[in-house]
Every structure is written in C-alpha cells, then in structure tokens.
C-alpha cells in the first residue's frame, strides 16, 4: 500500500498549482465528503477525517479501481506537506485552505 502513496505523491505533487488544489480539498470543512479528481488518481474524502486514495480505470467504459489506500487526514497532510516540501512549494496551513 506504501507504493500507492509513493505513486500519488510522485504523479500528483508535482506543480504548485496541484498541491493547492489537494491541500484546499482535504482541509475543507465545507466539503464533508467527496472526490477531487487529480490528473491520474482519485482522493475521495469519506468524512473529514479519513480518506481513500486510488487509480481510477475506465476499461469498456466501465469505471474500475485495482488497489486503493485508506488513510487519515493526518497522515496524507503529513506525507503529502512532507513530500511538497522536498520540491520546493509554498507550504500552505489550515487557514489558507478555509479562506
């Protein structure tokens, strides 16, 4: 499962612009549940706590997803600010993503 994450991290934090866009969608407390559809993967939020992370597929049209991660809010922020960091990013808190 390690690998997933590793793969969403490497596909998905690779601009500024991406990160923001992850970042404001999982500290939302506007938004209790839902997806944001990244270029390659899916983050589905299932309350504001804990969160799915999978390739989505569409085989003959039909929606398919292979492996999946679950995880808490804590720890994607932590993984994802951990990994935006290496890159260079403007980190962004908790404030910023409300505002």
Do not use: P, T
């Not at 549940?33 to 983050?43: H, L, R, W």
């Amino acid at each position: 499962m390690q690998q997933i994450l590793q793969d969403f991290l490497e596909v998905e934090i690779s601009d500024q612009e991406y990160y923001d866009g992850i970042i404001r969608f999982i500290n939302s407390g506007n938004i209790r549940c839902g997806e944001y559809e990244c270029n390659q993967f899916v983050v589905k939020k299932m309350d504001l706590l804990n969160f799915i992370v999978f390739e989505e597929y569409v085989i003959e049209g039909e929606r398919e997803i292979h492996n999946s991660l679950s995880v808490s809010k804590h720890q994607l922020l932590k993984e994802i600010n951990k990994y935006a960091k290496k890159q260079g990013f403007n980190m962004r808190s908790f404030e910023w993503a409300n505002s």
